[in-house]
């Protein structure tokens, strides 16, 4: 039954860079984190009913995660901007804030890494970062393939096995 999904969504995500390349990038990261969850999910060897629960709370953390390092962007924004009307005071201020920020980040992390050991194990949810790491790591050797060779190309057919799963 595991399979089964695993198929349907490798299925969907290959039919989806069958399709010429898109340069919208909205659509581009669409297929990414299609490509994302079907790997996730093959490497995880997720059964039906734990997708079904695990993706809720995966996607939940990301998503305040995301909210998270968006406040932090825009503490930094003043300093990227070089704005030179910031004192020493306004850099600790930025500082304590980036340390508050790194912390609840953390605390995010502990708080739905216990729920999603709930329902995989706590051995897969170290298997997830570890797949994370993997995942990206291809994306970036994709993404340097396709910039080498058109820009914005990154559905290429002859570079799917880098997010494929290794033969």
Not at 35 to 60: M, S, V
Not at 71 to 100: C, Q, R, W
Request: glycine residues 6%; charged residues 35%; hydrophobic residues 35%.
């Amino acid at each position: 039954m595991k399979h089964v999904l695993v198929c349907i969504i490798l299925l969907g995500s290959l039919t989806a860079f069958a399709q010429q390349p898109s340069k919208n990038p909205k659509i581009q990261k669409e297929k990414i984190e299609q490509r994302k969850i079907a790997f996730l999910t093959q490497k995880l060897e997720l059964t039906t009913d734990e997708a079904q629960e695990f993706w809720p709370i995966y996607n939940e953390m990301h998503k305040k995660i995301k909210e998270n390092r968006s406040s932090m962007k825009k503490l930094f924004a003043p300093v990227k901007e070089g704005k030179g009307n910031i004192d020493e005071a306004a850099y600790k201020k930025i500082m304590e804030s980036s340390h508050e920020n790194a912390k609840e980040s953390l605390d995010i992390k502990m708080e739905y890494g216990e729920k999603m050991a709930n329902v995989i194990g706590y051995k897969r949810v170290i298997d997830l970062g570890m797949a994370e790491k993997e995942f990206k790591k291809r994306l970036v050797e994709r993404m340097k393939r396709s910039q080498s060779g058109k820009k914005g190309e990154m559905g290429k057919p002859n570079q799917r096995h880098l997010i494929e799963k290794d033969k």
